[in-house]
């Protein structure tokens, strides 16, 4: 079981889309959208002092992790992309967004950044089709 989580690890260092709102108390909750529609079934990563946590998102593109300390992480996702034009996002710690978190999307066509906005939300346009990558570096405080 170690090794999976050591493989999920490093894959996750490759991976990411998040879109998201807040649902009871979680500690970090989301979800993932490509041209305004959820996509369901999309791994998410969760790398931080808590160690390595996995999850797909639900058929509405959401995830919820219930556990993450105070500290560095890396929310991380792989998916293809194939006719979408953009991608939305947010991500939020107990119910709070988390204001310039560090958005990395990576596609064939090169690397494109963005932060995660005072309301919590992100966004990219000019998608290219293929395997995507999408990374959120964060800082969570108590």
């Known amino acids: 079981m170690k090794s999976i989580g050591v493989t999920l690890g490093v894959a996750a260092c490759l ?32 790398l931080s002092l808590d160690g390595i946590q996995f999850q797909l998102t639900n058929e509405q593109g959401q995830f919820i992790f219930d556990t993450l ?38 596609q064939g066509g090169g690397p494109k950044i963005s932060f995660i906005w005072w309301n919590g939300t992100y966004s990219f346009s000019g998608l290219s089709d293929g395997l995507t990558t999408l990374l959120v570096f964060g800082l969570a405080f108590d």
Do not use: H, K, Q, Y
């Open 15 to 46: 991976m990411l889309a998040v879109v998201g709102t807040s649902w009871g108390d979680p500690d970090l909750a989301g979800a993932i959208e490509l041209d305004s529609s959820p996509l369901a079934l999309a791994p998410v990563l969760l």
């Open 69 to 106: 300390e105070s500290g560095p992480f890396v929310l991380s996702s792989l998916f293809f992309v194939s006719g979408n034009t953009f991608l939305d996002g947010s991500l939020f710690r107990d119910g709070m967004p988390l204001p310039t978190a560090l958005v990395l999307l990576l």
